[in-house]
């Protein structure tokens, strides 16, 4: 414990207590077109990746109908099916500690509330207070009845995370990539540092603005 609270970034002490927000997403900010499309490939290629089984739909082809035509003399506009894509979680850090990456996050926020395949969370220090509406196009409180499990996201099991933050929320983060595949931009992250040592999985990422997510955009693609 005491070597938790000694632990150093960059930017000063680690804290992994709650704290009070430091910035807002602003929704209203003007959506920036290349990184909604940057964002929007990474989500449908991440859903992609963890499509469900087939279902009955138009978005593919079925290869085993195609083949067996000759027999069951199905017409070849029927020969198709979607797969239920999972919904993505994207959740947001808005503590002090991520000052300098607050206008990068609300455009990241303002990018996602078209993308159908996600769903976004507020979450400084990653206790996630806030969840986003996309009938009143705004975030929503988390009601005390549901904070604990929220704020450790106990609700996540077998689910796709996107976090953009850094370590102070590393305890919460490093605990569900046990149960849920995390997608880590962290904007100190280093190869080097233990902080991430409990971190299940291999996508962690060095990600303070902008210009490194389209970087990553096409490594991960």
């Not at 593919?60 to 198709?80: A, F, M, Q």
């Not at 206790?127 to 996201?153: C, M, Q």
Request: charged share 35%; aromatic share 10%; proline share 2%.
């Amino acid at each position: 414990l005491l070597r938790c609270q000694e632990e150093k970034t960059e930017r000063g002490k680690i804290n992994n207590r709650t704290v009070e927000k430091l910035f807002e997403l602003d929704m209203h900010r003007l959506q920036k077109r290349r990184l909604a499309n940057a964002l929007g490939t990474i989500v449908s290629k991440i859903a992609e990746d963890r499509a469900g089984e087939p279902t009955i739909g138009d978005d593919e082809w079925n290869v085993d109908e195609l083949l067996y035509r000759t027999i069951t003399r199905r017409s070849i506009n029927s020969c198709k099916q979607s797969r239920e894509r999972e919904r993505i979680i994207l959740i947001l850090d808005t503590s002090p500690s991520c000052a300098e990456e607050s206008r990068f996050y609300m455009d990241i926020a303002k990018s996602s509330v078209n993308l159908n395949d996600l769903e976004m969370y507020d979450a400084p220090n990653g206790h996630i207070v806030k969840e986003y509406n996309a009938l009143d196009r705004k975030f929503i409180p988390i009601g005390k009845d549901k904070s604990t499990i929220f704020s450790k996201w106990e609700m996540f099991v077998n689910r796709t995370i996107i976090f953009f933050g850094d370590y102070d929320g590393r305890r919460i983060i490093n605990e569900a990539s046990k149960h849920n595949n995390i997608y880590w931009f962290n904007p100190v992250y280093t190869e080097h540092d233990y902080y991430h040592e409990d971190f299940v999985g291999n996508h962690i990422y060095k990600c303070k603005n902008e210009k490194d997510f389209m970087r990553l955009v096409r490594k991960i693609r």
